[in-house]
T-cell receptor, first 113, second 113 residues
Framework: KAGVTQTPRYLIKTRGQQVTLSCSPI?????VSWYQQTPGQGLQFLFE???????NKGNFPGRFSGRQFSNSRSEMNVSTLELGDSALYLC????????????FGPGTRLTVT | AQKVTQAQTEISVVEKEDVTLDCVYE???????LFWYKQPPSGELVFLIR??????QNEISGRYSWNFQKSTSSFNFTITASQVVDSAVYFC??????????FGTGTSLTVIP
């Protein structure tokens, strides 16, 4: 079974631009969560989608948004990029009903210059 | 509020030594889940173990063992006879709902050959 895939793996953007990151969960998984990892703040929860609905949201500004498609693939969008948005963005998928095991993708390394 | 503390930022051990990674958590919930993840240099978080709050049995898996003590709100991780391949950042995490994780800041383990 293929694991969680994230595209692109690396991205360089300029301050003020916007970016869209993509996550394809493990086949059959309907839950997708996003995390931001930075050296200063560590791993922080962004949001979680299940069956195309956002179920939980972390404490991030509205510039961070996401969505999930009917095939469970998810996208995360960051608008008006700031230098502090430079981070590793990790996506995790989980099965409905299979409690609390999340499988993480390799992440997208975003650098904002 | 949920919080996970990993007081050890960096640990270095010589190969074949035993090492214990500490994890202390805070939660007011009676039902919760604790996890350990390994993050090798590639960046992908690898699931190691999940424990629910009602199961305080210690667990051993090969060279890995976990000690869960509700009385001290701790969920410590021991690697016996460490190997160079164990070098990674290890994260302890807490989840109340299963779809939102609170991570500790991680412990970077270096095993010196």
């Amino acid at each position: 079974k293929a694991g969680v895939t994230q595209t692109p793996r690396y991205l360089i953007k300029t301050r003020g631009q916007q970016v869209t990151l993509s996550c394809s969960p493990i086949s059959g998984h309907r839950s997708v969560s996003w995390y931001q990892q930075t050296p200063g703040q560590g791993l922080q929860f962004l949001f979680e989608y299940f069956s195309e609905t956002q179920r939980n949201k972390g404490n991030f500004p509205g510039r961070f948004s996401g969505r999930q498609f009917s095939n469970s693939r998810s996208e995360m969008n960051v608008s008006t990029l700031e230098l502090g948005d430079s981070a590793l963005y990790l996506c995790a998928s989980g099965q409905a009903g299979a409690l609390y095991e999340q499988y993480f993708g390799p992440g997208t390394r975003l650098t904002v210059t | 509020a949920q919080k996970v503390t990993q007081a050890q930022t960096e640990i270095s051990v010589v190969e074949k030594e035993d090492v214990t990674l500490d994890c202390v958590y805070e939660t007011r919930d009676t039902t919760y889940y604790l996890f350990w993840y390994k993050q090798p240099p590639s960046g992908e978080l690898v699931f190691l173990i999940r424990r629910n709050s009602f199961d305080e049995q210690n667990e051993i898996s090969g060279r890995y063992s976990w000690n869960f003590q509700k009385s001290t709100s701790s969920f410590n991780f021991t690697i016996t006879a460490s190997q160079v391949v164990d070098s990674a950042v290890y994260f302890c995490a807490l989840s109340r709902t299963g779809n939102q994780f609170y991570f500790g800041t991680g412990t970077s383990l270096t095993v010196i050959p």
